[in-house]
């Protein structure tokens, strides 16, 4: 068979212009592996996507596919490929379109071996969350242990990553969430939390040395003033000209993650995983074909956890 099921879109619009579409399935080139893919994480960048929200930062060539996580195991592996074989348990995050298919070809650089203790569909909700995270943290704010981090969004996709990692490498985490979801991101290691419904979190917390802001605008702003003169403000919502002259006024500095794939740093977070230092939590799973249904909750904002899609 050499067709595949794809979620593809032919124009920017609501969760209407998804299309479940027969097209040839790819072949891996040099140096790539082809997976059979199970299951894929769903992102809020992939409605921002597919809306049109976020032309701005990135124009889609249509037709489209949109996705960054995979979880599935090898069919093919390309000339000069080591280290994976076909039928290896595996996850990638595979950059920011390409995931909703059947199949996926990409190159092996990106690609890790699944985590032993976790399920195909919590694989998948691993790795464009956890590379955000892990980048944010130790590529772009050089975390290091006794450190205080401030989280945004802590019960979100990333936010749960971001804890975990920071609570792992040995830091002090502080987490902002709505009460209900208070005691679960104190269940991932968050030391205290925050109500952002009821209080600022500026008159909570003080000198902090880094601070992960999932959110933007205003919160990004208010951030600025819980930093110590050095600190560093993780920007993974993209932040604006003022945000970064007012984190100069105050000595620290604002710092935008743009996340990219990375098989390595995969392999890394898999071990913290399996030695039971970190963990997912799926707040839903949709069939592949129900990608319209899986776009408007996570556009609600309100999931606890990542959404997954699966396939056949």
Sequence with gaps: MNTMKAIRINEYGGPEVLRLDDIPRPSPAAGEVLIRVRAMGVNPVDWKLRSGAARKHMELPMPAILGGDIAGEIDQAGAGVEGFKAGDAVYAMVGLTGAYAQYVSVKASMVAPKPKTMSIVEAASVPLAALTAWQGLFEHGKLHHGQTVLVHAAAGGVGIFAVQFAKAAGAKVIGTTSAKNADFVKSLGADQTI???????????????????LLGGEIAERSIAV???????????PGSPATA????????TAMPVRVHPDGGQLREIAGLIDAHKVKTSIAATFPLAEAGRAHELSKEGHTRGKIVLTSD
């Design 227 to 237: 930093l110590k003169p050095g600190g560093v403000l993780i920007q993974i919502s």
């Design 195 to 213: 109500d952002y419904k009821s209080v600022a979190f500026e008159k909570e917390v003080s000198g902090v040395d880094l601070v992960v802001d």
């Design 245 to 252: 002259e007012k984190a100069k006024a105050a000595k620290v």
